[in-house]
């Protein structure tokens, strides 16, 4: 039978499926992974939930970057085994007198052929698992209501784009494989190693200062630039990379350093394994560095829940189980409703509260950046209206024994509240009666904690007895805030009451309670009165159903135990999206892991065959195998865990310059979370050894 070139091409691509079926699944799972991330990220309800400019949006594009240069590496890393494996057969053709001419326009086309194949594929799944995996957290938090994802064009447009980009390097790898005009080159390009230089000691002591002068330059000196007053522009953002530059040099010097040190016979029984790392370092190094960088990713993603969670702390220390406040001009929720839903619950109700606060104007300092990233401070003798209270109301109320001198002031803050940049705790030197207009001077004396009478969005003070009489003569209601505390006999069994006390709250609040935690009657008067826009007007909607309300109601009612058990829906989408994130980079560490491991087998499978024959049983070709795997599973993975950790730290102590109880409690989560990501690696590196052990029949 006369077989044209066609058919021959044809065949062998029968012949070569495993080959094809490998660079088809790396490029769809590739595609797949950052198809499904865009279209979660740029989904409805993500947008509408992570804040414009917010640390968490920040967050997570950061990590999409990751992922998007680790799966970009891979196709590419993916690529390159493809043609060598398809040199071999393109040597022959040409041996037999084929035109390279011809052979380049096949190859291409059945690569565009395969790639735009992988593309849609990879698209259209992405999407698919993008909706299981909300499918799945919606019977999982089976509270969300009726929260839908939302797709959006952009994600999938997002996930197209990548494919067609990743197209690029491919085609320029393929134009400088058919390119080759030395026809052995061809022929042997599939057996061709890529060995790094050798390098000193001195050189991966330079990866770690580069790792650990990336992370402060990018970082830290913002941090440190900006409470001194001035803001580093965004290519600061750039230093970023040297910790890359570092990264790649720690690896580096990781596979070629080899010693004989004080246990030579180590360095020998070691000696083929190392070395065969050298002669395929570069594809080592890049695999292990991209490896390193997923990881990271995927812990930061990981880190990020306990981080929320331990918010939980701050509820669950408090000595008061119920907490509400209101302006005491609204017709709300009062003693007589709480004690009739209590009974009708049958809740014993304890140490029942009224405290009255005098809202006041007091003076402030209002800071922004100026385009040139200078800090801008702009003092105000009536910034906003905030909440007083005199010494002696607040050491009966709280147990406490403060003494406030005359003319001066406390700041009531929570038990592990810092002081920000934006603002100071001595900003208040003046306050002001909204009705009379009397002002009184005052000097900052301290801090007093208690976590019960911290407001959302207001500021409270304390202030001596006399002061306080003085300036709060003529007061209306409509200046007075009324806060209720108390506790139940049985917290878990008050739920039911609980929830019918939300509603009920939800129920009598009037529109003018339906405000953002940041409002300010007083700042928004101005504004309307300069006629400017004013951007904490937006208006919520006061539905038990809203979930926005515990981290953005201004009058959000805190009740412990309604905190405990709607935590998960009230943060649902930051808990899908960090889940999400750090599920897709753990994928693709599995993925890339155990295809550079199998690589390792098949690259090496004549090699290690000519060692059986030399006399090397299958206990030394297992650890040579071993020594393989260790340096591509283990050293990524320490990196990774020092990195994030280091990041971590860092950011707890930039936040606020201190390391609270809810900090440490959210390390302790992370750390056992570290615990599953080190098993996962263990599962991934069992599995890649069995198959090894399989191609090598070892």
Not at 484 to 495: M, T
Request: glycine share 6%.
């Amino acid at each position: 039978m006369k077989l044209s070139m066609s058919d021959l091409l044809k065949k062998l691509r029968k012949y070569n499926q495993r080959n094809y079926l490998q660079f088809v699944f790396c490029m769809t799972f590739s595609v797949l992974l950052i198809t499904s991330y865009a279209v979660m990220l740029y989904s409805t309800i993500v947008q509408q939930t992570l804040p414009i400019g917010g640390d968490s949006r920040k967050q997570v594009m950061m990590i999409f970057a990751i992922a998007i240069i680790g799966c970009l590496i891979f196709i590419m890393y993916a690529a390159s085994l493809f043609l060598k494996y398809k040199s071999r057969e393109t040597g022959v053709f040409l041996a037999l007198g084929a035109k390279k001419k011809y052979l380049s326009q096949k190859l291409t086309i059945e690569m565009l052929q395969l790639m735009i194949a992988c593309i849609m594929v990879g698209v259209i799944l992405g999407i698919g698992l993008a909706f299981l995996i909300w499918q799945i957290f919606q019977m999982v938090l089976s509270n969300l209501g009726d929260m839908s994802l939302g797709l959006s064009f952009t994600g999938v447009a997002i996930g197209l784009a990548f494919g067609l980009v990743s197209m690029v390097p491919v085609l320029i790898q393929l134009y400088q494989f058919v390119q080759r005009t030395d026809m052995m080159e061809i022929l042997y390009h599939e057996h061709k190693n890529e060995p790094l230089r050798s390098v000193t000691t001195r050189y991966g002591i330079s990866g770690f200062v580069l790792l650990i002068l990336g992370l402060a330059l990018g970082f830290v000196v913002p941090s440190i630039t900006a409470s001194m007053g001035t803001q580093m522009p965004g290519f600061w953002s750039a230093t970023y990379l040297i910790s890359l530059i570092g990264l790649y040099r720690i690896m580096t010097y990781a596979i070629m350093k080899s010693k004989r040190g004080r246990n030579p016979q180590k360095y020998y029984n070691d000696l083929i394994g190392s070395n065969m790392m050298k002669f395929q370092g570069r594809q080592t190094v890049r695999n292990m560095s991209i490896i390193a960088l997923l990881l990271t990713a995927s812990l930061f993603a990981c880190f990020y829940p306990p981080q929320l969670y331990s918010a939980l702390n701050i509820y669950g220390n408090s000595p008061v189980d119920y907490e509400l406040h209101y302006n005491l001009s609204e017709d709300e929720v009062n003693q007589q409703d709480i004690y009739r839903l209590a009974e009708k619950h049958d809740v014993q109700i304890k140490n029942y509260q009224e405290i009255i606060f005098s809202e006041l104007l007091a003076s402030g300092v209002e800071r922004d950046w100026s385009d040139d990233g200078k800090l801008i401070e702009d003092y105000m003798e009536d910034h906003r209206l905030s909440d007083f209270i005199d010494a002696s109301t607040f050491n009966q109320q709280t147990n406490h024994k403060l003494k406030v001198p005359q003319g001066q002031y406390y700041r009531v803050k929570g038990q592990d509240e810092a002081e920000g940049m934006w603002e100071k705790d001595n900003d208040l030197d003046q306050v002001t009666n909204p009705v009379t207009n009397e002002k009184l001077s005052l000097k900052f004396k301290g801090v007093v904690r208690y976590q019960p009478l911290v407001s959302q969005g207001s500021r409270r003070y304390v202030l001596n007895d006399q002061d306080y009489q003085s300036i709060k003569q003529e007061l209306s209601e409509a200046n007075q805030t009324k806060q209720i505390l108390f506790n139940v006999a049985d917290l878990e069994a008050s739920y039911p009451f609980a929830q019918a006390l939300y509603q009920e709250f939800l129920e009598k609040a009037s529109s003018k309670m339906a405000v953002l935690n940041s409002y300010d009657a007083h700042q928004s008067a101005k504004a309307k009165a300069n006629h400017q826009k004013y951007s904490y007007d937006r208006v919520l909607t006061l539905s038990a159903e809203n979930p926005d309300l515990m981290d953005n109601w201004k009058y959000y009612p805190t009740m412990k135990i309604l905190v405990e058990k709607t935590f998960f829906q009230n943060l649902a989408v930051y808990f899908l999206v960090f889940i999400f994130v750090a599920i897709i980079c753990l994928a693709a560490v599995g993925v890339i892991s155990y295809t550079r491991s199998i690589t390792i087998g098949l690259s090496n499978q004549r090699l290690f065959e000519d060692l059986k024959r030399l006399g090397a049983n299958n206990h030394y070709i297992r650890k040579c195998v071993i020594s393989q795997l260790n340096k591509l599973f283990v050293l990524p993975t320490v990196v990774a865990v020092m990195l994030i950790y280091c990041f971590t730290l860092l950011m707890f102590n930039t936040n606020d310059g201190q390391f609270t109880n809810t900090e440490m409690s959210a390390l302790m989560m992370d750390s056992v979370l570290l615990l599953v990501v080190v098993a996962y690696q263990a599962i991934i590196y069992t599995i890649s050894f069995r198959k090894i052990k399989g191609i090598l029949d070892i």
